[in-house]
């Protein structure tokens, strides 16, 4: 379970190593505790919370790392999105692009239904 991250300062990188190495000294001079009990290393923030844990294996303790998952947020396409992407391009000429640009997958028709103006439109056009 991770709390939050952990942020380790003037570490060092050896770029041939087979193996990543963590620094007991570094943590906690950032603050956290480590306590060694019972074939497990527990790292805490300075509020307890657990950051993480390692398991001891062949004499050293192994810290398993979950990587983060990559998430996408799906957003459906309209008209207005297209005219928000593109500037605020007016609708006559979103109109003329469905067949001239990749990427835009709703007809032009839908283009052509839109007579309604959006409020920064309307606040670029007052003097």
Not at 36 to 61: H, P, W
Not at 102 to 123: H, Q, R
Request: with cysteine.
């Amino acid at each position: 379970m991770l709390a939050k991250d952990l942020m380790l300062k003037d570490v060092l990188c050896v770029p041939g190593a087979l193996a990543n190495l963590f620094s007991v000294k570094q943590v906690t001079s950032n603050g956290a505790t480590i306590t060694f009990e019972d074939d497990k290393g527990i790292v805490r923030d300075e509020m307890g919370n657990v950051l993480m844990e390692a398991t001891s294996r062949g004499g050293l303790y192994c810290i398993t790392v979950k990587p983060k998952i990559e998430q996408a947020l799906v957003v459906t396409e309209t008209a207005e999105l297209w005219h928000r992407r593109l500037g605020h391009l007016g609708y006559d000429n979103l109109v003329k692009l469905p067949g001239m640009v990749d990427g835009i997958n709703i007809p032009a028709s839908d283009f052509k239904s839109k007579t309604a103006t959006c409020e920064p439109c309307v606040l670029s056009k007052q003097h």
